[in-house]
C-alpha cells in the first residue's frame, strides 16, 4: 500500500472522528460514563487460572477508550467517575495478588475523592471459601488494609463474607478444608462462636476500620451494602461483620444467606428504604422487615433448598410470631426452584404470608421461574402433589389483609392512594376460583399482570396438539368476570392496564371482548356514571406456542360489526401489544424465542 493511500485512510478516518472531537469534554465524559456502566464489565482485578500461574489478569473497561485518540485518553483520565468502580477477587488460588497493587494504587488516585463502589468476592467458586490458605490470606489483609484507607469514600459495597475468615495455622487450614473439623462451641458472650476458626473480623478488621477521625467504624458514604454469605452449608462458619456499624445515609441492604444476626453491629436499621433478602429462610427475613421499619421496598427471592442444609440455631424467644408493616409500599417475591425436585415445598412462602402484613402495600409482584407444569425432571404425581399443596388461601387472606387493615393513616386525605394499584401473578400455579377472589378484593387495582404457568407439550397425544395447550388459570369464567356486558356485576372498575400471558387455545374471541368492553365503556355515558367505570388505556398480550402455526393479522378481522379487531381501537388511541414467546426454542442467540407481531404503526408498550 503507497504512502498516499495511507494518508488518505488517515484523513478518512480524522474525518469520521471530528464531530464527537468538538463535543465539550463535560459532554464526553458523560457519554464515556453511560458506555462504561452498560457496556463493559468494570475494572476487575481477577484471578486467572492460565498459565503461568503467577499471571493475574486485570479488565479495565476503559481500555478501548483510551486507545482511540490522545484526547479521549485526556478525557479519562479526568473523570474521576470512571476509576472509582472496582472489582476485586480476593481467590485462594490467586499466589500474585501483590502484583496488582500498583494498579489499584492507580484507580484510586485517579478516581481522585469521587464515592467508591466496591466489590469484594472469592469468585464463582463458593468452595474457595473453605479452603483459604493462610498464606494467600497474607496477601489478601494487604489489599484490605488499602481499601480501609478509603473507608470514608466507600458509596456501594459488595462484600462476599468468606473474604474475611482465615484459620489461625496451617494445622486447622488442613482440618477445615478436609471437612473434619468445626471446633469446639464456646461461650455465646465472645467474640466468635466457634474460636479456633479465627477470621479476619476479629484479628485485623477492628483495627482497619476504627477511624476516631470520622467517627469510629463510620462509613459516611455509604448508601448501598450487599453481603453475600456464600455456600449456605458453610453457615455456621460465616463470619460477623461486626465493624460495619455507623451508616449514616445507608438506604438499601441486600442479604443473600446472610443472616441479620450476623450484621449486630449495624445502627442505622430504621433509615433503611430498599431491602432484598436472598437465601434466607421465612424467620430472618420477617426479623429483616421488622427491624426496617422506614423500608419502602422489598424483594424477597426463595430458593428451593434441602431442609439438611439449614444449620443455624434458632432461637424461638427472638422469632416474630406476626409482623405489621406499615412503611411498605413496594413487594416483590420472586421464587426460584432449582434445587433437588423431591424437596420442592412451599412452607417458607406459606410461612412468610401468613406472618406478614403490609397495610399500605401499593404494589405486589409475586412470580415464579424454572418451573413448568410438565417439568421434565419431575415425575407427575409429584408435579400434582405440588401444585395441589400450592398455599393459594394464604395468598389470598395476604392481599386481603393489605387492602382491607386499618392504618394510623387511613383518615388522612391521601389514605385512598394506599390502596393496592398493581398486582402481577408471574407463572403460579392458580387456580380459577383463586384468582377471582384475588380481583375481588381488590377494586382499586390500575394494573393487572397474569401470566400462566407453561406447559410445553399437551395432554393429548401427538406433536400436532402441541399448539392447543389448555389453559389452568385464565379460562372462561376469568374472562366471563372480566367481559363488561351489563349483566354481570363489575369487577376491577378502574383498572387502565392489562396484561396477560397464555396458551393461545381458542380465547382470542374472548381477549377481544375484553379489552373492546373496557375501551368502550367510556363512550357508555349511562355505565361509566353509574358504576364510575375507568377506561381500559393499555393491553399486553404475550401468547405462549408457535407463532408459524398462526395468522400475524390474528387480531386484525373481527366478529364484530365493525370488523377492525383490535386494529380498530388501536387505531383510536389504545395501546396494544402482541407478543408470542415459543417455549423452547432459540432464536438469534436468545434463550426463549420471542417474536414481537407488529401491528401497524403506532406507540410501543
Not at 505 to 514: A, Q, R, T, V
Amino acid at each position: 500500500m503507497s504512502l498516499g493511500t495511507l494518508q488518505t485512510k488517515r484523513k478518512r478516518f480524522h474525518s469520521a472522528l471530528s464531530p464527537i472531537r468538538m463535543l465539550h469534554p463535560e459532554i464526553l465524559s458523560l457519554i464515556f460514563i453511560t458506555y462504561f456502566e452498560l457496556y463493559t464489565n468494570g475494572n476487575r482485578f481477577v484471578d486467572s487460572n492460565t498459565r503461568p500461574i503467577e499471571k493475574c489478569k486485570t479488565s479495565c473497561g476503559l481500555t478501548r477508550l483510551a486507545l482511540v485518540c490522545t484526547h479521549w485518553y485526556e478525557v479519562l483520565l479526568e473523570t474521576p467517575s470512571l476509576w472509582r468502580t472496582i472489582t476485586i477477587d480476593l481467590g485462594a488460588h490467586n499466589k500474585s495478588l501483590n502484583r496488582l497493587t500498583s494498579a489499584i494504587m492507580l484507580h484510586l488516585a485517579r478516581s481522585k475523592q469521587a464515592p467508591l463502589y466496591l466489590d469484594f468476592h472469592f469468585g464463582s467458586k463458593v468452595s474457595r471459601a473453605r479452603s483459604v490458605d493462610p498464606q494467600d490470606l497474607d496477601s489478601a489483609d494487604g489489599f484490605l488494609q488499602i481499601f480501609a484507607a478509603e473507608q470514608s469514600r466507600w458509596r456501594h459495597v459488595r462484600i462476599d463474607a468468606g473474604v474475611f475468615k482465615c484459620p489461625d495455622s496451617e494445622q486447622q487450614f488442613h482440618r477445615i478444608r478436609s471437612g473434619i473439623y468445626h471446633g469446639p462451641r464456646v461461650n455465646s458472650d465472645s467474640e466468635d462462636d466457634y474460636s479456633p476458626l479465627r477470621i479476619v473480623t476479629g484479628r485485623l478488621m477492628q483495627k482497619l476500620f476504627n477511624k476516631p477521625d470520622i467517627g469510629g467504624f463510620t462509613f459516611p458514604l455509604l448508601e448501598s451494602l450487599e453481603v453475600d454469605g456464600g455456600c449456605i452449608m458453610l453457615r455456621r462458619l460465616i463470619p460477623k461483620l461486626v465493624f460495619i456499624q455507623h451508616c449514616p445515609v445507608l438506604q438499601r441492604l441486600s442479604l443473600s444467606g446472610y443472616p441479620l444476626t450476623f450484621l449486630s453491629g449495624l445502627q442505622n436499621w430504621n433509615q433503611i428504604t430498599r431491602l432484598e433478602l436472598k437465601r434466607l429462610d421465612a424467620d430472618d427475613m420477617l426479623q429483616a422487615i421488622l427491624l426496617c421499619s422506614n423500608v419502602v421496598s422489598v424483594e424477597i427471592f426463595f430458593e428451593c433448598i434441602p431442609h439438611y442444609w439449614v444449620a443455624v440455631d434458632k432461637d424461638p424467644e427472638t422469632q416474630p410470631s406476626h409482623v405489621v408493616s406499615p412503611s411498605i409500599r413496594d413487594l416483590t417475591i420472586r421464587l426460584s426452584l432449582k434445587g433437588p425436585k423431591k424437596s420442592l415445598t412451599w412452607e417458607p412462602f406459606d410461612k412468610l404470608l401468613r406472618l406478614l402484613t403490609c397495610p399500605s402495600l401499593h404494589s405486589f409482584e409475586l412470580a415464579m421461574t424454572r418451573l413448568i407444569r410438565d417439568e421434565p425432571n419431575l415425575s407427575f404425581r409429584l408435579m400434582k402433589k405440588l401444585i395441589s399443596s400450592w398455599p393459594g388461601d394464604t395468598l389470598v387472606n395476604f392481599i386481603t389483609r393489605a387492602c382491607t387493615t386499618v392504618t394510623d393513616n387511613s383518615t388522612s386525605p391521601n389514605a385512598e392512594s394506599h390502596f393496592l394499584r398493581v398486582l402481577k401473578l408471574k407463572d403460579l400455579p392458580l387456580t380459577p376460583e383463586t384468582l377471582l377472589s384475588i380481583l375481588k378484593t381488590t377494586p382499586s387495582l390500575l394494573d393487572l399482570t397474569v401470566h400462566e404457568m407453561k406447559q410445553h407439550r399437551s395432554t393429548l397425544f401427538g406433536p400436532l396438539w402441541n399448539h392447543h395447550i389448555s389453559n389452568h388459570t385464565l379460562v372462561d369464567s376469568f374472562f366471563e368476570a372480566m367481559i363488561i356486558d351489563g349483566e354481570r356485576p363489575i369487577i376491577l372498575p378502574h383498572l387502565q392496564r392489562i396484561e396477560l400471558k397464555l396458551h393461545i387455545s381458542s380465547h382470542e374471541n374472548d381477549i377481544e371482548k375484553l379489552i373492546r368492553s373496557r375501551w368502550e365503556v367510556a363512550h357508555d355515558s349511562a355505565c361509566s356514571e353509574s358504576h364510575r367505570v375507568d377506561q381500559l388505556q393499555c393491553a399486553v398480550i404475550e401468547l405462549i406456542g408457535d407463532s408459524e402455526n398462526q395468522p400475524v393479522d390474528w387480531f386484525a378481522k373481527s366478529e364484530s360489526e365493525s370488523g377492525s379487531g383490535l386494529y380498530g381501537i388501536r387505531d383510536a388511541g389504545m395501546l396494544i401489544k402482541v407478543a408470542w414467546e415459543t417455549p423452547g426454542e432459540k432464536k438469534q442467540g436468545q434463550e426463549e424465542g420471542r417474536v414481537v407481531i407488529p401491528q401497524k404503526d403506532g406507540p410501543q408498550v
